[in-house]
Nanobody, 124 residues
Framework: QVQLVESGGGLVQPGGSLRLSCAAS????????MGWYRQAPGKERELVAT???????NYADSVKGRFTISRDNAKNTVYLQMNSLKPEDTAVYYC??????????????????WGEGTLVTVSS
């Protein structure tokens, strides 16, 4: 079993900053990639940013230049630094991890896990 624990959400004024963290623990052999997605009220979940084990990053156009994703491989933790926040960034932010778990003595499987989400509200 794998757990993803998110932290760092909250209320912030437009133009402000927040830093989200997500720590993965449990049956983890290796992590292929981690990322952040968000879901605003009445909308579908969308990609915000991802980072691979080799630190290659990918961002949604709407957050490029404002958000930065990073990871600490030793701690199995991914971060999302969010600057210049806008009201339209208001959403529940979900951590995602694609990782390799040990399923038996000789076998492993690539699995996808989600955190429970943390609410980010950008409002004056």
């Amino acid at each position: 079993q794998v757990q993803l624990v998110e932290s760092g959400g909250g209320l912030v004024q437009p133009g402000g900053s927040l830093r989200l963290s997500c720590a993965a623990s449990g049956n983890i052999f290796s992590i292929n990639a981690m990322g952040w997605y968000r879901q605003a009220p009445g909308k579908e979940r969308e990609l915000v940013a991802t980072i691979t084990s080799g630190s290659s990053t990918n961002y949604a156009d709407s957050v490029k230049g404002r958000f930065t994703i990073s990871r600490d491989n030793a701690k199995n933790t991914v971060y999302l630094q969010m600057n210049s926040l806008k009201p339209e960034d208001t959403a529940v932010y979900y951590c995602n991890a694609n990782l390799k778990t040990k399923t038996s003595y000789w076998t492993y499987a690539d699995m996808n896990y989600w955190g429970e989400g943390t609410l980010v509200t950008v409002s004056s």
